[in-house]
């Protein structure tokens, strides 16, 4: 029907399920007279007993395939449309404005592109998770409507479309003169974002909007016990440190009108490259999980937890010794604080990297999360094989060192460098998230036997007193 593709008559595709097939076998002359006399309506078809039995509304779908390559044509093409508009409106710049106008187009962007990759790879992990069997929603406590990997990659969809859609369109109108409109498109796609979360109204996969908005609560102000997606949001919001203080100058410029101007070239202005909110910034999430960690040795008493805060707190001097050096003379810098700095970030690499292979990761339990239920090409690839363990290790360890680039402002003057930095923190959060879940699965099932081995234990004592008596 589609494509030149024979249908079978009594094709699944052409009926709903459990019904009798509604298409019969006609031979070429039935099908003529049908044609020539008018007999054969859209929406109609005879059946085998002569009667006029209504087209399934399957009958007029195409096959997934065909609609998933139709797609896949739409998104090339409109990704040819974004890279000749933008590189077009970019070569009508002059040389020396250029690389200014694309410093500040990559700002006002690039925190919700990062925010799109760690989408894409959160799909990607809850498949794996879904392939292996993971009862991830136990794990995080997520209700029976929580998203699936499908409908994550469909919201990061959406979000690599708009995004680059609106970087387009800021490029375009500026480099044609309409300043005006350029400046509102960052405006109006901030604006869009924060509307979509807070939506009152239960569209927009209201229930897990209203979970990610109760646990960034639950974040900033630990007033409870922390529980598990409590503090592994808190985990990946370090990783996203560039991306929340990315947003914070972003924010700053359009409050303060200097978007699509050059005001804020002044790097001592209110949102300059040397203003104070930026350190401040990058080290809320940090803080954040410090704060956990103490709320749970309050709750638990455990030692560990301390252990836990003091790692969080490696990364506070880090911050500010980088960001000092734009508030003392050059000298005090060089021979003083910068030796300092360097001494802070292997500490903080180094210990960070111990706690995730020690702590975080249990490397006796590397067995079940590349297991899949079913036989596939990546389970096969990755069960059980020994280099995933020294590409996680080794990957690990070099992505914790670059850590401190991304974290130190006093470094951060290639903004394509340090966005490649920013991906990458992202992409070793992805990998430590498969082991950091499987670890916590491994806790949770030793609880529960536990659990049924005291029960057992119960009742076997309870049955003993009963014979004694």
């Known amino acids: 029907m589609f494509g030149g593709l024979a249908v079978p008559a009594n094709s699944p595709h052409l009926r709903k399920s459990g019904s009798r097939a509604v298409v019969s076998d006609l031979d070429e002359h039935e099908v003529e007279n049908g044609a020539e006399e008018g007999f054969l309506y859209p929406g109609e078809v005879n059946d085998s007993k002569g009667g006029v039995a209504p087209i399934s509304a399957t009958m007029i779908m195409p096959s997934p395939i065909l609609l998933w390559r139709f797609k896949v044509l739409l998104f090339l093409v409109w990704a040819f449309i974004c890279c000749k508009v933008g590189w077009d409106s970019v070569m009508r710049m002059s040389a020396d404005k250029r690389d200014l106008f694309l410093y500040e187009a990559f700002l006002y962007f690039n925190p919700l592109l990062l925010a799109a990759l760690m989408v894409w790879l959160w799909g990607i992990n809850l498949w794996f998770f879904a392939q292996a069997g993971v009862n991830y929603a136990k794990i995080f406590d997520l209700d029976q ?32 003169g309409e300043v005006s409109y350029a400046a509102s498109q960052p405006v109006l796609l901030y ?3 924060v509307l979509l979360l807070i939506f009152p109204f239960d569209i927009f996969y209201f229930s897990t909007r209203y979970y990610f908005l109760r646990t960034c609560w639950h974040i900033v102000f630990p007033l409870q016990a922390i529980s598990f997606s409590d503090f592994f949001l808190a985990d990946i919001f370090t990783s996203m440190a560039k991306v929340f203080s990315d947003l914070e100058r972003s ?31 990058l080290v809320l999430p940090y803080l954040f999980r410090l704060n956990q960690c103490l709320r749970q040795y309050k709750d638990t008493g455990e030692k560990n937890c301390l252990l836990n805060a003091l790692k969080y707190s490696t990364a506070v001097p880090v911050i500010f010794l980088s960001a000092l050096k734009y508030h003392v003379f050059p000298d005090k810098w060089t021979n003083f604080y910068r030796p300092l700095w360097l ?64 974290l130190s402002a006093h470094l951060r003057h290639n903004y394509l460098t340090v966005f490649t930095i920013a991906a990458l923190e992202i992409f070793r959060r992805f990998q430590w998230i498969f082991f950091r879940v499987e670890n916590e699965l491994n806790k949770m099932n030793a609880k529960s036997h536990v659990q049924l081995a005291d029960i057992s234990t119960e009742e076997e004592k309870l049955l003993h007193s009963n014979h004694n008596v």
């Open 251 to 281: 924010v700053c410029r359009m409050v303060h009108r200097q978007v699509a101007t050059i005001a804020w070239l002044e790097a001592d202005s209110v949102c300059g490259s040397h203003s104070l909110a930026i350190p401040l910034v």
């Open 343 to 406: 001494l802070s970030s292997v500490v903080n690499s180094s210990y960070s990297f111990y706690w995730d292979v020690n702590r975080d990761w249990d490397l006796s339990g590397f067995t079940r999360i590349f297991k899949f239920s079913k036989p596939h090409m990546l389970s096969h690839l990755f069960h059980g094989r020994r280099w995933v363990y020294f590409w996680v290790i080794g990957s690990n360890l070099v992505l914790r060192c670059t850590w401190t680039y991304k």
């Open 191 to 193: 604006a869009g974002v």
């Open 145 to 176: 409507n929580h998203l699936t990997h499908r409908e994550i990659w469909k919201c990061a969809t959406w979000m690599t479309i708009i995004v680059p859609t609106s970087m387009t369109a800021y490029i375009y109108l500026y480099s044609h």
